[in-house]
């Protein structure tokens, strides 16, 4: 069992930054890929940013330049750091472990808000 926990949204004016983290617990399994996807009013979840095991982060085009993805091991914690914040980036966001051969585990998500 694992609980993943998102913590660091907020209300931002565009071209701000927050930082999103999100804590591990339970059995973890050391070879995960963490990820964080947004789901928007009215849309569907999606993927930002993934970042694996061994620390190779990988962004969507939208994001790029603007996102870093981060993972503490020691404290089962990843991070995503967003710059340059745009009202297109409102939504809420999850963040995902991913073990191959399981479903996905997700957070509670939390709420980012990017007024204009």
């Known amino acids: 069992q694992v609980q993943l926990v998102e913590s660091g949204g907020g209300l931002v004016q565009a071209g701000g930054s927050l930082r999103l983290s999100c804590a591990a617990s339970?059995?973890?399994?050391?070879?995960?890929?963490m990820g964080w996807y947004r789901q928007a009013p009215g849309e569907q979840r999606a993927l930002v940013a993934t970042?694996?095991?061994?620390?190779?982060?990988y962004y969507v085009d939208s994001v790029k330049g603007r996102f870093t993805i981060s993972r503490d091991r020691g404290k089962n914690t990843v991070y995503l750091q967003m710059d340059s914040l745009k009202p297109e980036d409102t939504a809420v966001y999850y963040c995902?472990?991913?073990?191959?051969?399981?479903?996905?585990?997700w957070g509670q998500g939390t709420q980012v808000t990017v007024s204009s």
């Open positions: 995902a472990m991913i073990i191959s051969g399981e479903n996905p585990y």
């Open positions: 339970g059995t973890i399994f050391r070879i995960n890929t």
């Open positions: 970042i694996s095991s061994g620390g190779s982060p």
